[in-house]
């Protein structure tokens, strides 16, 4: 366990907030603002969780979102209610995707304005059948963030409140009743097209096109419908510039973080509670009134002494770069400089991503792993130091797919170390498969004289941040409207999504319903919990 940073200074609180990432810090703001007496208490010996800037390869000043790294779903009312003081920038580019067309490598490229990606359309597909469906679809997922955003920071409502506001039946069918393939295949004639789609319903989740549970849908769901119009933008100065502001929020309304404490079990009636920790020498206790638990559903149940729910299961495969350049395409008509700037998406067409689906679910790595690509410092060279920024020096992150933690389970080499390093040969692979020269030619080395790459599976998501079996939700994302409550649930908790089991004790993780992804939407909604509103 790391250093302890001192200790609680009283015996009890108003709010003990269990874990410092960004859902606790922004419930700490939140209660500590209402006047509440409130705690956090931290295992690690910093805030912020998955949002994190730090620097992973000795010897060089580039301070890269390590884990999590772009931000759609913050809402503007907790930007504005706790005085964030963060900049997000837009991105020039929303994705390239390469392809080889006829023999002759070539790409789509979505942005740049509507002249641009019209052209672009054409040149892949031969027509405009493929832009116009793609101007239909994307306003019918337009239509429905305006309607759906706004309600995740207000009480649950139930589907048929949802349904009533979204007010398009035929929207509704596509996205929450019918598997997604039904209305990907309906809309889009090619291949490239609806895959690139289609990877929206797959970020962080383990399924295909047509599982009849409608996870698919539900990831899809949260991923287009951020600020109302479903950009993914990117964070100046790193995800940890979110955190610590989150920090610097919760510290001046009041809130008390210590970190290198662990928190070990919470006692609790209802009523009343007792959080016990554990600062690395010895072992202490404090009350509470409310336990605010930013952890997962599994981590809840195992302090509160409960059976624990299923294990969750990660699919990711995170893979951080730092070049010394940009690589060269092999498509002609594509710049580096735009085509990284926004998603570059790799070994994703509708059918590579339903092959690699099977090849995983069968119990193998994909042959060629689909991913996708995106360059941090294209449009914030903040995060590099000045004289790397002079130098042209260029950060890569990879988000891999369909790599679920049972791939890694059981490996001989400890910790899926052996097959990790398998997973990262063929992802690059994938990669250099559109590149004019190799990706291992562009790479940066480290004080050591080593590649600045890094890769990171499920487990060791699961190691180091204690995330339930590398899942970067929690569990399966859940559809935002109310379920049915269960035995003992306090009202408020179950209003707002955000139960634990008791009165007093509310989930305010990305376990909670709509709390996946960096919103603070988890936080907010357990504050209000808390604050019985």
Aim: charged share 20%; hydrophobic share 45%.
């Amino acid at each position: 366990m790391p250093a302890a940073t001192g200790s609680p200074a009283l015996s009890a609180y108003d709010a003990v907030i269990v874990g410092g990432g960004h859902n606790g810090l922004v419930a700490a703001a939140y209660l500590a603002g209402a006047g509440r007496r409130t705690l956090v208490l931290e295992r690690l010996g910093r805030t912020g969780g998955a949002a994190v800037s730090e620097e992973p390869f000795p010897g060089v000043a580039a301070r890269l979102s390590r884990y999590s790294y772009l931000v759609s779903l913050l809402p503007q009312r907790i930007v504005r209610d706790l005085g964030l003081r963060i900049t997000l920038r837009k991105r020039g580019v929303a994705s390239y995707t390469p392809a080889v067309r006829g023999g002759r490598p070539t790409g789509l490229m979505v942005g740049g304005g509507e002249a641009r990606t019209r052209e672009s359309f054409a040149r892949l597909t031969g027509s405009d059948r493929e832009y116009e469906a793609w101007l239909r679809f994307y306003a019918m997922t337009a239509r429905v963030a305006e309607r759906v955003f706004p309600t995740l920071t207000e009480p649950l409502p139930t589907r048929e409140e949802l349904r009533a506001r979204v007010g398009d039946g035929e929207a509704w069918e596509a996205l929450c009743e019918r598997p997604l393939g039904e209305a990907v295949e309906a809309a889009f004639a090619d291949d490239l097209v609806r895959g690139v789609v289609f990877t929206d319903a797959l970020i962080g989740t383990f399924t295909h096109a047509h599982d009849p549970s409608l996870l698919q849908n539900r990831c899809f769901l949260y991923h287009v419908i951020g600020q109302g119009t479903g950009d993914w933008d990117v964070p100046v100065g790193g995800m940890g510039a979110i955190t610590d502001a989150l920090a610097a929020a919760a510290r001046a309304a009041g809130a008390e973080i210590v970190t290198g404490h662990e928190v070990t079990a919470v006692a609790a009636d209802g009523a009343t509670a007792e959080v016990t920790f554990h600062d690395g020498r010895r072992e202490g206790r404090v009350g509470a009134a409310k336990v605010l638990v930013n952890a997962s559903p599994r981590e809840l149940a195992a302090l509160l002494g409960r059976p624990a729910p299923p294990v969750a299961e990660g699919a990711q495969f995170k893979v951080n770069m730092l070049l010394e350049r940009l690589p060269a395409l092999r498509d002609p008509h594509a710049d580096p400089r735009e085509a990284f700037a926004g998603t570059f998406h790799i070994a994703e067409g509708y059918g590579q991503l339903e092959d690699a689906y099977r090849e995983a679910a069968g119990g193998t790595l994909p042959r060629v792993p689909p991913g996708e690509v995106y360059c941090h410092s294209l449009s914030d060279p903040t995060i590099l130091s000045p004289a790397l920024a002079a130098r042209g020096w260029q950060t890569l992150t990879l988000f891999g797919l369909h790599t679920p933690a049972r791939l890694f389970a059981g490996d001989s080499a400890g910790e899926g170390a052996a097959v990790r390093d398998r997973l990262l040969a063929d992802t690059l692979a994938a990669l250099d498969a559109h590149l004019a020269e190799p990706i291992a030619g562009c790479l940066a080395r480290d004080a050591d004289g080593r590649p600045c790459v890094e890769a990171r599976t499920p487990l060791d998501l699961e190691r180091e941040l204690r995330l339930p079996g590398g899942h970067i939700f929690h569990g399966d994302l859940a559809f935002p409207w109310r379920g049915p409550a269960g035995a003992g649930e306090d009202g408020a908790a179950a209003r707002w999504g955000v139960s634990g089991g008791y009165a007093n004790v509310l989930l305010c993780g990305a376990g909670a319903v709509r709390g996946g992804g960096v919103s603070g939407i988890g936080g907010h909604n357990a504050a209000m919990a808390a604050l019985g509103r």
